[in-house]
């Protein structure tokens, strides 16, 4: 059972254009994650929301916690070839030691 | 300061044949990890550990086996290889609850024939 989904699996935009990645769960998390992951290689934490409506920037991405912590949003500004790679969330529970993490998204940023 | 390593980079295996795949952290981090990642299937956790003589499982822990007799290190073993264990394993370490960030190693990718 995969708790957390990632919407869409696969993109593939022009640079400059917009988008967003959507993480979506029927579970509370105390906290979610977002990282990317580049090929052979592996992932690299962006960003940790830890508040339900939470805003988070770095740079031209933008990270938003939903306001029951069940959901999740990544949105990139103008996106550039090197954003190209894949784009993980992860959730914890309250009280547990571990992650777990969504299905990703790979995103391809042509010039 | 290597952060994680992971031994060894790539591995073929046959079916039934057993190996250990050695995680090692010099962060001095409490908690350590063993993933799994299969395309479309993102990172699923196999077995943890949050102190050293200390292991758990995680979401597909069978036909898996780990070990962590030292802080710095944690093995994960396959007694009997079968084809769907075929996937990049990677080891991630992680201070404690207060920090933010796991750290991860750079994977080993293994093949069962």
């Known amino acids: 059972t995969q708790l957390l989904e990632q919407s869409p699996q696969f993109l593939s935009i022009q640079e400059g254009e917009n988008l967003t990645v959507y993480c979506n769960s029927s579970?509370?998390?105390?906290?979610l994650q977002w990282y990317r992951q580049e090929p052979g290689e592996g992932p690299v934490l962006l960003v940790t929301?830890?508040?339900?409506?939470e805003v988070k920037k770095l740079k031209r991405l933008t990270f938003q916690f939903g306001d029951a912590r069940k959901d999740s949003s990544l949105h990139i500004t103008a996106a550039q070839p090197g954003d190209t790679g894949l784009y993980l969330c992860?959730?914890?529970?309250?009280?547990?030691?571990?992650?777990?993490f969504g299905t990703g998204t790979r995103l391809k940023v042509l010039a | 300061n290597a952060g994680v390593t992971q031994t060894p980079k790539f591995r073929v295996l046959k079916t039934g044949q057993s190996m250990t795949l050695l995680c090692a952290q010099d962060?001095?981090?409490?908690?350590m990890y063993w993933y799994r990642q299969d395309p479309g299937m993102g990172l699923r956790l196999i077995h943890y550990?949050?102190?050293?003589?200390?292991?758990a499982k995680g979401e597909v822990p069978d036909g898996y086996n780990v070990s962590r007799l030292k802080k710095q290190n944690f093995l994960l073993g396959l007694e009997s290889a079968a084809p769907s264990q075929t996937s990049v394993y990677f080891c991630a370490t992680w201070r404690d609850t207060g920090s933010d960030t796991q750290y991860f190693g750079p994977g080993t990718r293994l093949t069962v024939l």
């Open positions: 992860a959730g914890a529970f309250s009280g547990t030691y571990k992650y777990i």
């Open positions: 579970s509370v998390f105390s906290s």
């Open positions: 962060m001095n981090h409490e908690y």
């Open positions: 929301v830890v508040t339900g409506g």
């Open positions: 550990s949050v102190g050293e003589g200390t292991t």
